[in-house]
């Protein structure tokens, strides 16, 4: 039986050339996070509809080896993975879209949404989107090297400029990108704020190709207001699934009406796959930071997760940090 829904409207599956996207669910592309270990635990819970690498430079990535690069890393059930280009320039996009192909990459994403000011110094990220002319180039030598679904991810511009900005996707509409994901803030605008859910629906009035909203969804009612706001044809996760990777199934089952069976959640299991993955398919060096990065989220499913995250932070191995999260999951026994 299928699941009582409440959205009025729920998005359907995406069809983009021969990437079929279903449910309408992706993993947000985020650096240090969205590698195989990750992508592991979220599609061992179900409701992912497409996957996400985290941006790799499009100029380092042909000199990457993907059996042990921690950006390239991949399992055989990881599918669809879509791969982040991370560029300023035309130049670099032919060279990293046959890198992708040779990866059997299931769809392109163009990077315009990186507010990082270390990424603007080399010309990308969000700071493409003050230059039309630059992405209209980069878009069309991607989509003439590829066959493949091309999304763009922006976020709504610099400042509030809500032509400028239908103008900018109309181009990239025209210069044939299949999808677009849009995240509700300005280019300044940190994570602590709301995010704008309303101008992606402005958006999507004037766009063809689907519109996919991002941004402040960490709950199934998150997820049901932002389609019920934005209008979107799906929703982009980011650390409401690193938080909680069983987010997609939740959403997939209570807001799409997808048959998903429920799992009870066990924490400490859900710790433990994840340090087993990195520990299986990952050098030494490439372990313990990323095993930070999603403690530091993780975390936050306990009350006192502060004191799970900073043990961890502290950690000087592998062993150690897991030696500390156990000892903090057998006083906390909780469950999601
Ligand atoms: C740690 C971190 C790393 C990120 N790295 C990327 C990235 O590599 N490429 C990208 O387009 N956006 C990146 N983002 C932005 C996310 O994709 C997403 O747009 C943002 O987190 C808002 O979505 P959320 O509220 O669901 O997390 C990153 C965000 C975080 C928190």
Redesign the pocket.
């Known amino acids: 039986m299928k699941a009582e829904t409440n959205v009025q409207s729920q998005p359907q599956a995406i069809q983009i050339r021969n990437l079929r996207i279903d449910p309408p669910l992706l993993l947000?592309?985020?650096?240090?996070?969205?590698h195989s270990a990750m992508r592991r635990i979220m599609i061992g819970f179900g409701g992912v509809g497409l996957l996400?690498?985290?941006?790799?430079s499009a100029k380092r990535l042909p000199t990457e080896n993907p059996r042990i690069s921690p950006y390239l890393i991949r399992t055989d059930r990881e599918n669809p993975l879509s791969y982040?280009l991370?560029t300023s320039s035309d130049s670099e996009i032919a060279r990293a879209i046959d890198a992708l192909h040779a990866l059997k990459a299931d769809a392109v994403?163009l990077?315009?949404?990186?507010p990082s000011t270390a990424v603007g110094r080399f010309g990308a990220?969000v700071v493409l989107m003050d230059q039309p002319d630059r992405v209209r180039r980069i878009v069309a030598e991607a989509r003439k090297r590829t066959a493949l679904s091309l999304s763009a991810?922006i976020?709504l511009g610099s400042d509030p400029d809500s032509g400028r900005l239908k103008e900018f996707c109309t181009m990239l509409e025209n210069e044939g990108v299949d999808m677009l994901?849009v995240?509700?803030?300005f280019r300044h605008e940190p994570?602590a704020r709301n995010?704008r859910w309303t101008y992606i629906a402005e958006i999507k009035e004037c766009m063809k190709i689907p519109v996919i909203a991002?941004?402040?969804?960490?709950s199934t009612e998150d997820a049901e207001k932002c389609l019920r706001v934005s209008g979107a044809d799906g929703l982009?996760?980011?650390?409401?699934?690193?938080t909680r990777p069983w987010l997609f199934a939740e959403i997939a089952r209570t807001v799409l009406g997808r048959d998903i069976p429920e799992r009870a959640v066990s924490l400490p299991d859900v710790y433990a796959a994840f340090v087993e993955a990195l520990n299986a398919d990952y050098r030494p060096i490439y372990r313990l930071g990323r095993l930070k990065?999603f403690t530091h989220?993780f975390s936050r499913n306990y009350k006192f997760g502060h004191s799970l995250a900073t043990r961890v932070q502290s950690s000087n191995s592998m062993e150690d940090a897991m030696e500390r999260a156990t000892a903090f999951f057998t006083k906390n026994s909780t469950s999601a």
């Open positions: 947000a592309p985020m650096a240090g996070l969205t996400s690498t985290e941006m790799l982040q991370l994403d990077n315009m949404g990186c990220g991810k976020r994901t995240h509700a803030r994570f995010p991002n941004g402040g969804v960490f982009m996760l980011g650390r409401g699934a690193v990065e989220y």
